[in-house]
């Protein structure tokens, strides 16, 4: 008898934890924006979730039902299977932890894993035997495995793939697209091990019904994500720099996109202010990878520089049609149609129409700006631009349209543009909001 214990002691120790049962799993979201809040809402159907966050302002409006990234509805937050919270102990019963955590950039466009890295101390020092950490969080390759899962050990005591398991599932959402939510756009899973893979494969099918892509390994579902994001970023510039090009020699850039897209293996891209927190971000994670591997990545980074000063562009492009001969814009009022990085989306953060009006007000232009769904928590206008809540304060020298917001495509109609800018007065139209030919007939009319 006295042998069987001293052989079955180390089996003990060693044994791996067994994974959860995804049907029953308790999933735990640690991050309730624009990429936590719907997984949350989405899980919440037929299990329990826990959602978790630093910030209890916003643990406190979730609780009454108020979601200002307008991903959700009143109805999604109050389903029964959800608790909001910040407190850290409400972690403990989950066998599934979701890392929605914002990855943006610092000083200098060096990334910041500050928030992804406090997660992973958070779910080190909360979480239980035989949980499975998956992080959504864009990332460069190598992040999950190098920089998280050492903390998550350390933190814990416990060991990956024997006490916990880790997985990546990247998420592909895209704030203002009510057409593709959580459930409609296939997810790629990867785990530690091809058991965790499947673990998570049929977690996230209760929840995505447009598949799942089981993903060679963490780093290839880190890679694909980072690629997918820095792909439109370096699609999106070329397009920019051919507006820049094709505008001096009087040619369209769209209407060149539309003949071009009548070959089969053309991809069709538009020109635009590439802002927010994804594409315009997402690419400096690469190349800082790249500088740690000796290469420069140029293509990422010429996309990146060519991105960034569209914006200048744009307000090279107003000058010119306001007032060519003159040196600034002093004096001029300009109104400009969209705070919020993109249609429909509430999210101002690093909008590029913040460095357009800058750059607007920096030539000496009165800049105002109205966007009646932008999130501006404490932004209460910048230095370039006075926000307004109507467009009664007009008239207005020039209009510029950096979002096309179904608000605006209801409301704004020429008549109502006639009302707050004169008659042959300049209106950059970036993002197509009105009828080029009816449009042309009333303003000096540029849309790219
Ligand atoms: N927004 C998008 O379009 C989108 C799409 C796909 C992927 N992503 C990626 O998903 C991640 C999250 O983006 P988001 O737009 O949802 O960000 P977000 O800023 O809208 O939300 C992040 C939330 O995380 C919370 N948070 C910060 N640190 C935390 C911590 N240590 N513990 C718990 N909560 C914490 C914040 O308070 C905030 O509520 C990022 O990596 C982003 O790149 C975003």
Redesign the pocket.
């Known amino acids: 008898m006295g042998t069987s214990v001293a052989i079955n002691k180390p089996f003990e120790v060693l044994q791996s934890a067994t994974l959860p049962q995804p049907q029953n799993s308790i999933v735990a979201v640690?991050?309730?924006?624009?990429?936590?809040?719907p997984l949350m809402v989405g899980f919440a159907d037929d299990q329990r979730t826990i959602g978790?966050?630093?910030?209890e302002s916003?643990i406190a409006a979730l609780r009454d039902g108020e979601d200002s990234?307008d991903m959700t509805t009143l109805e999604d937050l109050t389903k029964e299977n959800m608790d909001f919270t910040c407190d850290v102990n409400a972690l403990h019963d989950a066998d599934v932890m979701m890392?929605?955590?914002?990855?943006?950039v610092m000083h200098g466009n060096k990334p910041d894993y500050?928030?992804?890295?406090?997660?992973s101390?958070?779910i080190g020092q909360n979480m239980k035997r035989g949980c499975v950490v998956v992080y959504?969080?864009?990332?460069d390759p190598g992040t999950t495995e190098n920089k998280c899962v050492p903390i998550l050990e350390e933190e814990s005591g416990m060991r990956e793939g024997v006490d916990f398991y880790v997985g990546y599932s990247?998420?592909?959402?895209?704030?203002g697209d009510h057409a593709r939510r959580v459930g409609d756009i296939a997810k790629i899973v990867a785990g530690s091990t091809p058991q965790v893979t499947d673990y998570l494969a049929e977690l996230y099918s209760r929840v995505v019904k447009a598949g799942l892509f089981k993903a060679a390994s963490i780093k290839v579902a880190e890679a694909a994500?980072i690629l997918e994001?820095t792909q439109r970023d370096v699609n999106i510039a070329l397009i920019n720099e051919m507006m820049q090009l094709f505008d001096a020699m009087g040619i369209k850039v769209t209407d060149v996109v539309a003949a071009a897209g009548s070959k089969w293996n053309f991809h069709k891209y538009f020109p635009g202010l590439v802002g927010?927190?994804?594409i315009s971000?997402?690419p400096f994670f690469l190349l800082n990878a790249g500088r740690g591997h000796g290469l420069a990545m140029d293509i990422v980074a010429s996309a990146r520089q060519v991105n960034e000063r569209t914006s200048h562009y744009i307000s090279d492009k107003l000058h010119e049609m306001l007032d060519p001969e003159s040196h600034n814009l002093q004096g001029k009022r300009v109104l400009v149609l969209g705070r919020a990085f993109k249609d429909n989306?509430p999210?101002i953060?690093n909008s590029k129409s913040f460095a357009l009006m800058d750059s607007l007000w920096t030539r000496g232009a009165d800049v105002f700006s109205y966007d009646p769904i932008a999130d501006d928590g404490h932004f209460e206008g910048g230095r370039g631009a006075k926000v307004i809540t109507s467009l009664e304060e007009g008239p207005y020298d020039a209009v510029v349209v950096t979002a096309k917001h179904d608000c605006f495509v209801e409301d704004i109609d020429l008549f109502k543009l006639a009302s707050v800018v004169g008659r042959g007065s300049p209106v950059v139209d970036l993002r197509g909001l009105f009828d080029e030919e009816m449009a042309k007939l009333q303003f000096n009319y540029w849309t790219p």
């Not at 890392?99 to 943006?104: H, K, L, W």
């Open positions: 640690l991050g309730l924006g624009y990429v936590g809040l978790f966050d630093v910030d916003k990234t890392v929605c955590v914002p990855t943006p500050r928030p992804v890295l406090a997660a101390r958070t959504e969080s864009t990332v990247p998420e592909r959402v895209s704030p994500k994001n927010g927190h994804c971000v997402d989306c999210d953060r």
